[in-house]
């Protein structure tokens, strides 16, 4: 079975990959620069040396006219380069040799230049800037006699050891390329260990690295796998503001939502469960006393289960007609109408109910029409809900507040009143189903809990929002925005 790596190690590996290559190719590319600048170097230096001689030696035998006396000179050129120095004349005899072995006698010039692979010219003398080694044997053109020149030459070679026999001339370049070599390789050796301690430090800082970003990961993974069996109270650790910073965060407040609604969700199963226990036990008792010959089933006592039956059709309907708003599923039947109507319509039909609260309605309506594309009943149920909760909870003598106006592209209705109003701690909920700001009112005195949350969603419907504003002692403001109709707009 193939075992898969986990991030920390791919990550890992991914680190080494690309530190091994970086730095073999920086190597590789250092060792060889050096190498090439070194022999560059080495040549050039080696050209301009041989070329400093040869100038000097020509100045030696234009001064005299011969290599009389030339013997010291070349001494010294051979102790301060460390070369076997020898200059042979036009006849092939050495008339000068740093090594004093081969005075007077016949040196085979075609030996070296058979050796040398390679033809001088005078053209290629440009000893700064060589690719290849200059010659170790140099034309050293003199003046002399009848003729035009006479042909000389400088030749140098590896110097022999002390007391051993004369050899033939060494391949060309042999000391010189043997001694670039050396600087060659001690460079590659320095720039590799020196690669070597590179990518030690740089394993050590992937692995932490590697560790340090996969350590957020691996805990957000553990809050994730704690949040799937249900325990909303795991919170990942936010340890920095960058990327995995954000994710944790996002996540946590992920996991926030999802408490809060899992907690929504069993308080609506336990306020499901309580507004229907209510009149459904109210409902067993009266038949059960009928049943048991208790309660007379007389008018009275079916007019009071009946009542009970309407209390759990309405929860029935709001709740059915809530699962359709949330779900998108509500059908709609929008038609370009004026709010006013609407708003006069229900301030009619519930006027009544205010003046025996002994209640003040206020309307403060524009005298040109407020046009919008809505479902005049559903707006007409938005409405009756703000106003019914604005009755009951303003108290007798109070003062309801109703207004429409337009607002840039919207149009906005408001329905304020002069009642407690909503605790500060308690706005943010106030749109949730089964939510009461007065924990002590019941559903025969505080409705469901579902009015506030349909009218969210029945305005969100049509494309509006739904906002409240609070002030406890003074009085609560409820405005919902629609957009307004083309012809108004």
């Given at each position: 079975?193939?075992?898969?790596?986990?991030?920390?190690?791919?990550?890992?590996?991914?680190?080494?990959?690309?530190?091994?290559?970086?730095?073999?190719?920086?190597?590789?590319?250092?060792?060889?620069?050096?190498?090439?600048?070194?022999?560059?170097?080495?040549?050039?230096?080696?050209?301009?040396?041989?070329?400093?001689?040869?100038?000097?030696?020509?100045?030696?035998?234009?001064?005299?006219?011969?290599?009389?006396?030339?013997?010291?000179?070349?001494?010294?050129?051979?102790?301060?380069?460390?070369?076997?120095?020898?200059v042979v004349d036009e006849n092939g005899t050495v008339v000068a040799d740093s090594a004093k072995s081969s005075l007077g006698e016949k040196l085979d010039i075609s030996l070296y230049v058979r050796r040398w692979g390679m033809r001088w010219q005078p053209e290629d003398e440009l000893w700064g800037e060589m690719s290849v080694p200059p010659p170790l044997c140099l034309p050293i053109l003199v003046p002399g006699g009848d003729r035009l020149h006479k042909l000389s030459y400088l030749v140098v070679e590896p110097k022999a050891a002390e007391g051993a026999a004369k050899a033939p001339p060494p391949p060309p370049w042999h000391l010189w390329e043997s001694r670039i070599a050396e600087l060659r390789n001690s460079v590659v050796w320095s720039v590799v260990w020196g690669g070597l301690v590179g990518v030690g430090l740089a394993l050590l800082l992937a692995f932490f690295l590697s560790r340090r970003i996969t350590a957020p990961v691996q805990d957000l993974a553990s809050a994730a796998r704690s949040l799937g069996k249900g325990d909303f109270s795991k919170r990942a650790v936010v340890k920095s503001k960058d990327e995995l910073g954000e994710l944790a965060t996002a996540f946590n407040s992920m996991a926030v939502e999802l408490e809060r609604a899992d907690q929504l969700r069993r308080d609506l199963v336990a306020d499901v469960a309580h507004e229907l226990r209510t009149p459904l036990s109210n409902i067993k008792g009266y038949l059960e006393g009928i049943q048991d010959g208790v309660v007379e089933a007389d008018e009275a006592t079916l007019k009071l289960i009946y009542e009970e039956v309407q209390l759990l059709s309405r929860l029935v309907d709001d709740l059915h007609e809530l699962a359709l708003a949330e779900s998108g599923g509500l059908s709609l039947d929008r038609q370009v109408g004026d709010l006013r109507e609407v708003v006069q319509e229900v301030a009619g039909a519930m006027g009544y109910q205010i003046a025996a609260k002994g209640l003040k309605l206020n309307m403060s309506l524009p005298d040109s029409a407020i046009l919008a594309t809505v479902d005049r009943q559903r707006i007409g149920q938005v409405l009756r809900n703000l106003l019914g909760n604005a009755i009951s909870f303003t108290p007798e003598g109070g003062e309801i507040i109703i207004s429409a106006k337009h607002s840039g592209n919207d149009v906005a209705i408001s329905v304020a009143d002069t009642g407690p109003g909503i605790p500060p701690e308690d706005l943010p909920y106030i749109f949730e189903r089964f939510y009461r700001v007065d924990k002590s009112r019941s559903r025969a005195t505080g409705g469901s809990g579902l009015g506030l949350t349909i009218a969210k969603r029945l305005v969100e419907a049509h494309g509006g929002r739904l906002t409240v504003e609070s002030t406890p002692g003074k009085g609560s403001c409820f405005t919902f925005t629609l957009p307004a109709a083309r012809e108004q707009s």
């Open positions: 079975m193939k075992m898969a790596l986990g991030l920390r190690w791919r990550l890992f590996l991914i680190f080494v990959a690309v530190v091994v290559v970086t730095v073999g190719a920086i190597s590789l590319f250092i060792s060889t620069t050096a190498s090439t600048q070194i022999q560059q170097y080495e040549y050039g230096r080696r050209g301009e040396q041989m070329a400093r001689m040869r100038e000097i030696l020509l100045r030696h035998y234009l001064a005299r006219q011969d290599w009389e006396g030339v013997q010291s000179s070349v001494e010294q050129m051979g102790q301060l380069y460390g070369w076997r120095v020898m």
